[in-house]
């Protein structure tokens, strides 16, 4: 019997990395895309088309120095502006950089109805979540997406390099790597750190300098949003594997058992490799497969199609922040070229000041909703029903401890008063 194939796909697990297709939020598709041309194609997988734009970006508006002219005209001295800017390079640039915001815009509206329609067909259960080679091996697993970005802020490339994407590291630490020698940033920011202000902006190149703020921001939050991508995709790979291999007939008819001799441990998990762990050891420890049960909860309150479409994903507190980030740490470069400090304090102050300003204003506007989110709190996503002897409660209450649950309770179904005992003492889940 041949295997189901899915007409559209979810995604796939390699040795270089994670692709898959999930839903994204057009807009900030078209603010990356305004920003530097290239990394919305970048940020969706579409790798070819992500390094034709940007460098055209890179080439073009060096050689019509357009970043110089930008510095000059929001510091008033246009007559510099005009007489630096190459107009021959800069009408070439235009029509390119708007097709990159527009297509940033349509391929994520694209790859948004493909995301629904695999999500609407299962095609996730043919996902391998282990991809094993002689030169690479690649396991789909919850990671954590702060540290995803915090990678990143210290070296863009290395966030994604954490999340297994070796494609996109790689570019990114490349494009990276090259701002930041032609323009200079490293021995400017050895000069600010002495105090020697004046030569460190005679010092930084302004055309690559205003390269870099894009970047640095585009990578933490993309490393950022991938990872939390990512592990949805291992919560729905994973409730997948649950529901075809851990949920017995004999416990679906009598969940809780009644037997004088048994008890009934329940326990609480989310999703990751532990869970799997904890059931491994449990069999290895003469509980069998039909006394265990698991119950993954997969299901969410979803938007209409339409609206998923055109506006993807509501844009989280990170997303909102690093926007603004960028925006303000580019205005900060270019006026630290006339403010005292120069242009490495001002970037940074812009930097700061923009992710705070923003995180007030997205916090405001999403105040209510953040608060039904906390009132939610964060509870388990997996339940486990053990069937055990009253002899094998503690063995089994330890495993599931050692394993990082977030709660358990035994139930006796034949006392009078239906005991109930219940251990919280967990400790905090890994990932």
């Known amino acids: 019997m041949k295997n189901h194939v899915f007409r559209y796909a979810k995604g796939v697990v390699s040795p270089f990395s994670i692709s898959l297709v999930s839903i994204r939020n057009p807009n900030l598709a078209m603010w990356w895309g305004a920003a530097f041309p290239g990394l919305p194609q970048i940020a969706m997988c579409k790798y070819i088309s992500g390094v034709i734009l940007i460098a055209w970006e890179f080439i073009i508006n060096t050689y019509s120095n357009l970043n110089v002219a930008i510095i000059y005209s929001f510091t008033g001295r246009f ?7 190459d107009t021959r390079w800069f009408l070439l640039y235009i029509p390119v950089y708007i097709f990159g915001i527009w297509d940033g815009r349509r391929v994520v509206m694209d790859v948004n109805k493909h995301a629904l329609l695999a999500d609407m067909t299962g095609s996730v259960k043919q996902i391998n979540p282990v991809s094993v080679a002689w030169y690479e091996n690649n396991i789909l697993e919850r990671r954590k997406p702060a540290i995803a970005a915090m990678w990143s802020f210290i070296l863009p490339g290395l966030g994604h390099l954490y999340t297994h994407r070796i494609p996109t590291a790689f570019f990114i630490l490349f494009c990276t790597s090259v701002t930041i020698y032609f323009a200079n940033i490293l021995p400017a920011i050895h000069l600010t750190f002495l105090g020697n202000f004046h030569e460190a902006t005679n010092i930084l190149n302004p055309q690559w300098v205003l390269f870099y703020p894009s970047i640095f921001c585009f990578s933490m939050v993309d490393a950022y949003l991938f990872c939390e ?148 709190g964060n509870g388990g996503e997996i339940m486990v029903i053990i069937h055990c002897s009253q002899e094998k409660v503690q063995m089994v209450k330890n495993i599931l401890f050692d394993h990082f649950t977030l709660g358990v309770s035994v139930v006796d179904m034949n006392s009078e008063k239906k005991t109930v005992n219940t251990d919280n003492s967990s400790n905090d889940l890994l990932s």
């Open 79 to 85: 007559e510099l502006a005009q007489e630096v800017l």
């Open 229 to 376: 991508k990512s592990n949805k995709l291992f919560k729905a790979q994973q409730a997948i594997y649950f529901n075809d291999n851990t949920q017995p007939h004999a416990i679906k008819t009598n969940l809780l058992t009644k037997r004088v001799t048994e008890m009934n441990v329940i326990a609480s998990f989310s999703y990751s490799m532990y869970v799997e762990l904890a059931i491994k050891e449990l069999k290895q420890n003469d509980i069998n497969d039909d006394s265990i049960f698991v119950i993954p909860l997969t299901e969410t309150k979803q938007k209409k199609n339409i609206d998923i479409i055109r506006g993807g994903e509501d844009i989280n507190l990170f997303e909102a922040s690093v926007a603004t980030a960028t925006a303000f740490s580019v205005l900060g470069t270019i006026y630290g070229f006339i403010w005292t400090g120069g242009p490495v304090i001002w970037g940074l102050i812009g930097l700061f000041s923009g992710a705070i300003l923003g995180f007030i204003i997205d916090y405001l506007i999403k105040k209510q909703k953040i608060k039904r989110k906390h009132k939610k």
